[in-house]
């Protein structure tokens, strides 16, 4: 499918945004200002975009512990994800979600989730609902090679198979689950989709670090489930570029893999390559995003640090829906 320019460049921006976010929040997590747990997703951007870019609002996605590149994806306001992880009441959440729990009804994002695959049973009912009120729209649940070995994971596939849910599973392979490599972590090694496929699911499989390969299998998979066969399943295979947490050394890593991956298996750079190779783009047109991106993520650091901090009396406020 040949994009628009304009599609080009929106989808080259959005990847660029996570990637630079994600970048920017290594580097400020060593100075102490973030509390809590951060998980980055740079070098999967190709997934969330790829994905999410044929959703409406009213599509919904689930996302996991590593859902900063899901929610920007989505539509999400980057100042207001700076300041949830900032921890201010300015952000997305009003600073009681932080970086695992980040959620924005209003962009149909159902919420990244800390405990592991746990965001699949929510993207089934979401689906259901989905479906009751037939205006084709679908739900997503992103999860990692991690997820699928998971229970909760099983369940759902099989819950989503029963009702005919118009949800998809959408397993991002970065190889890790956690510190364990996917080759021994994983039963049927060869790949996840299959064992969708063991529930009655029709799969699909991509490569996670090219954004047209991910763009073109998802409306393949979304034609489908949007025409009422039910769920589906897609793997994409793909990359982390840090450690399973911020902090972790990585000495699970081979020599060399770092290196070897963010030279050769890089999305934003094979984009690059793809569409000025192609012509379709050229190098002016995404120097001119980067700077632009680098200026956005600057702007929103700058706003999240100045940014009022919760008040002891805001422990009582969304708690309940009234007293």
Known sequence: MQLSREALLGAYRRMKVIREFEERLHVEIQTGEI????????GQE?????????????DKIVSTHRGHGHCLAK??????????I????????????????????????LGANGIVGAGAPIAVGAAISLKIDGQGKVAITFSGD???????????????????APCIFVFENNHYSEHTGFEYSVGTSKDIASRAEAFGMKVWRGDGTDFFSVYETMRDVLDYVRAGNGPAAVEFDTERFFGHFEG????????????R???TRDCLKRFRQSVTGAKLLTDADLDA???????????????ARAADRPTPQDVLTDVYISY
């Open 248 to 259: 972790d050394p990585q000495r699970y890593r081979g020599k060399g893999e770092l290196e």
């Open 75 to 84: 539509g999400c306001d980057v100042n207001g994800m700076m300041k949830e």
């Open 261 to 263: 991956i963010r030279e």
């Open 35 to 42: 509390a809590g747990f951060t998980h980055l997703y740079c």
């Open 289 to 303: 995003i980067d700077a632009e991106v680098m200026d956005t993520i600057e702007a929103a650091v700058e706003a």
């Open 146 to 164: 991690g997820a699928c070995n998971q229970g909760t994971t099983f369940e759902a596939m099989n819950m989503a198979v029963v009702t005919k």
């Open 46 to 58: 190709a997934v969330a975009v790829g994905v999410c870019d044929h959703l409406s609002v009213e």
């Open 86 to 109: 900032w921890g201010s009441r300015d952000g997305l959440c009003k600073g009681k979600g932080g970086s695992m729990h980040i959620a924005d009804l209003d962009q149909g994002m």
